[in-house]
């Protein structure tokens, strides 16, 4: 078994949003959700622990104007820029309050040695099981930057940990995003802002942004990149959007040395799934044919993750047959081995290719 590294889980969110307290387990959440029978939790410690899911990218993720749900809440979601910077910070608190009340179950990595002693953690255990449980290390992630007041705040933000930005989620300010047309490109602010990332040492995240605007990151931006979380365009049939990417776009990130993870979300691998179709129409094999996908166009498997956005506005049942929460993300070894991947290869996608990355984008 190899530990796990998930590029992207909103855990602030949803913890404030719905009043999702991950420090307990699915069954637990659950039962305080007996309503919720179309979007249930996938994500507990516990089951952090069973899966050694090791490391998340933790986003701040702040509902924008237009796809916001009532009321205004500071740490959900805002209506200017003041709202926005007041509601990342309010996710920062959260993120800090978790590792001062909880050290022994989340930690924020900020430096390659925090990345390092994490690491270490974990593969002794994973080597050598004693039955412990370690610590979750947290990366954190802006997803979506476009209610940004003023340059300075990034200073702020970098300084209490955030490490990774993607600057799109509906799309308009910087560039085209899901929400957004699909010939829009980068503006000049938007070119400007890739420009400021890169001096202040962020990893760029290019997940929801639109083919052009993507292309246009990765041609311009002299940091490290990554997508987060996409699948690919070319095993999905009729997709309403471009929010996950084509082979060209593949391409490039791989040509930038990046890492793409794929993300177990039903629509997102069956674009015909609805909520209440048999469970067997989506299995793990359709996320292990994003991985392989990825990892054919690269000639090798540098550059194919998992980041499994579980709880990121779908939940269980809207996820392969076969699981039922994010430690059955540990199901893949088997379908990866079967389809020819070897040891190596496995351990480069549960979390080598995130270790690579981190080592270059952390300071």
Known sequence: MNFIIDGHEDLAFEALANQRDTTRSVAEIREKEPQNTENQVTLGWP?????????????????PPAHQTPPKRTGVNYGTPDEFHQSVRKQLDFYEQWEDSCPDKFTIIRSLSDLDQTISRWQREVENPTGSTLPVGLVLLL????????????????????RIVGPVWEGGRWCGGTY??????????????????????????????????????LDLY??????SHCNCRRLLKSPENQRHFDDETIRKLIDRDGVMGVIPFNNFLDTGWKNGMPRNRVTLDLLAQHIDHICQLAG????????????????????????????????????????????????????????????????
């Open 143 to 162: 997803e979506g930057a476009e209610g940004l007041r003023k340059e300075d705040d990034l200073d702020e933000y970098y300084d209490r940990g955030l």
């Open 222 to 227: 002299e940091g490290t990149v990554i997508a």
């Open 300 to 363: 090798n498997a540098d550059h194919a993750a998992i980041g499994s956005d579980l709880d990121g506005g779908f939940g269980y049942p809207n996820i392969p047959e076969e699981m039922n929460d994010i430690q059955d993300l540990q199901k893949l070894e088997q379908i990866l081995q079967q389809k020819g991947y070897t040891p190596e290869d496995i351990m480069k996608i549960f979390n080598g290719n995130w270790i690579s990355v981190l080592k270059r984008g952390l300071p």
């Open 180 to 217: 957004s047309p699909d010939s829009m490109r980068f503006t000049p602010e938007g070119k400007r802002f890739l420009e400021i990332l890169a001096s202040k040492g962020f990893i760029l995240d290019v997940a929801h942004m639109n083919t052009f605007s993507a292309d246009e990151a």
């Open 47 to 63: 089951e952090m622990q069973a899966g050694k899911v090791g490391i998340i990218f933790a986003t701040i993720f702040i509902e």
